[in-house]
């Protein structure tokens, strides 16, 4: 009896532990406020567009950077991870990183944006409008 009742407990732990697998890529899509702080500029608060990008895994951000709404990044998301591969966007700069998304509201990310001369290390919240 003792075996089974710590085989019962075992489990209901094992399974408390598992990572909630509820976020989708659907999730991402909308209109964010994005709270940035960079290296080099310091804060700024902005709105950034992520979208449907073009594989069932892919999203595009707009207006990151705050580089206005032509200028986009792709990133891959699985679950509530996202990853922004090395890339280059509005011309000659490169940005790459990744982050989290914390809930279905609230997406954390850290990413470098390299340009001809610098390096600039960013790290920046989204909140969902």
């Known amino acids: 009896m003792k075996k089974l009742l710590a085989i019962c407990f075992s489990v ?10 509820n976020i989708t890529r659907e999730d991402y899509i ?14 700024s608060t902005f709105t950034v567009h992520i979208k449907e990008g073009s594989g ?5 951000i707009e207006n990151f950077y705050n580089f ?13 991870d996202i ?6 966007f ?3 700069n490169e940005v790459s990183g990744g982050g989290t998304m914390l809930d279905n ?7 470098s944006v390299k340009d001809s001369s610098s390096t600039d290390n ?8």
């Open 122 to 129: 960013v790290t920046a919240t989204l909140t969902k409008q």
């Open 30 to 43: 909308g209109a964010w406020t994005c709270e940035e702080t960079t290296s080099q500029s310091g804060k």
């Open 56 to 60: 069932t895994d892919k999203i595009t």
């Open 83 to 88: 990853s922004i591969p090395k890339q280059t």
């Open 68 to 80: 206005g709404f032509g200028n986009s990044v792709t990133a891959t998301v699985t679950e509530d």
């Open 105 to 111: 509201n609230k997406i954390t990310l850290t990413y």
């Open 90 to 92: 509005s011309g000659s």
């Open 12 to 21: 209901m732990f094992m399974t408390s532990c598992v990572k909630d697998e």
